[in-house]
């Protein structure tokens, strides 16, 4: 069963514009840690941000912004003032505890940013 | 800074044959990872390893295997390629934490096999 769902399949945008990406995971672990990573065309999956269960305050850095929210199983991902240089495919991606790190991935969002 | 590296960025094989993906990391990590990638499907885990010389199946392990030799090294064999294991491979590595704990996994820059 999918663990990570990643509604969204493309976004498409113009530049400065905002756009939030949505992923909602599933897990019966308390225990348990979420990630975004981002692809750009060039292929390598690029690691944005870590939030374990037990830290659901929210992080802004730079234009980007997570918003972790347990009651609803949800950790979204926000670009501020979007640029052409954010056009990507962006992951969502859960681990749980004794997993040896195993990350589970979501079908990604394709964020398509126009001039 | 951080550094995993793949053998080949793009490769063109026939069915039938015997095929080597490489992956070295240079960050003394202990867990390395092969997942493919395949459009709306996300990354899915085929094998990983927490050791040399260790190995533990993913989500699709079926028509791989893999070897670790070094805990530099982790390569993905496919014993007879098929035109189904077309996609893009992507190795990763992390540190092991105590008891499986999870830390971030670092992503090499992929190699997009086509089997013909």
């Known amino acids: 069963a999918q663990k990570v769902t990643q509604a969204q399949t493309e976004i498409s945008v113009v530049e400065k514009e905002d756009v939030t990406l949505d992923c909602v995971y599933e897990?019966?672990?308390?225990?348990?840690?979420l990630f975004w990573y981002k692809q750009p065309p060039s292929g390598e999956l690029v690691f944005l941000i870590r939030?374990?269960?037990?830290?659901?305050q929210n992080e802004i850095s730079g234009r980007y912004s997570w918003n972790f929210q347990k009651s609803t199983s949800s950790f979204n991902f926000t670009i501020t003032a979007s640029q052409v240089v954010d056009s990507a495919v962006y992951f969502c991606?859960?681990?749980?505890?004794?997993?040896?790190?195993?990350?589970?991935f979501g079908a990604g969002t394709q964020v398509v940013v126009t001039p | 800074d951080v550094k995993v590296t793949q053998s080949s960025r793009y490769l063109v094989k026939r069915t039938g044959e015997k095929v080597f993906l490489e992956c070295v990391q240079d960050?003394?990590?202990?867990?390395m990872f092969w997942y493919r990638q395949d459009p709306g499907l996300g990354l899915r885990l085929i094998y990983f390893?927490?050791?040399?010389?260790?190995?533990e199946k993913g989500d699709i392990p079926e028509g791989y295997s893999v070897s670790r030799e070094k805990k530099e090294r982790f390569s993905l064999i496919l014993e007879s390629a098929s035109t189904n294991q077309t996609s893009m491979y992507l190795c990763a590595s992390s540190t092991r934490l105590a008891a499986k704990g999870v830390d971030t996994q670092y992503f090499g820059p992929g190699t997009r096999l086509t089997v013909l």
């Open positions: 897990t019966r672990d308390t225990t348990y840690y």
């Open positions: 939030r374990n269960s037990f830290d659901e």
């Open positions: 390893s927490y050791d040399v010389k260790m190995k």
């Open positions: 960050m003394d990590h202990e867990n």
């Open positions: 991606a859960l681990s749980e505890k004794d997993s040896w790190g195993k990350l589970q």
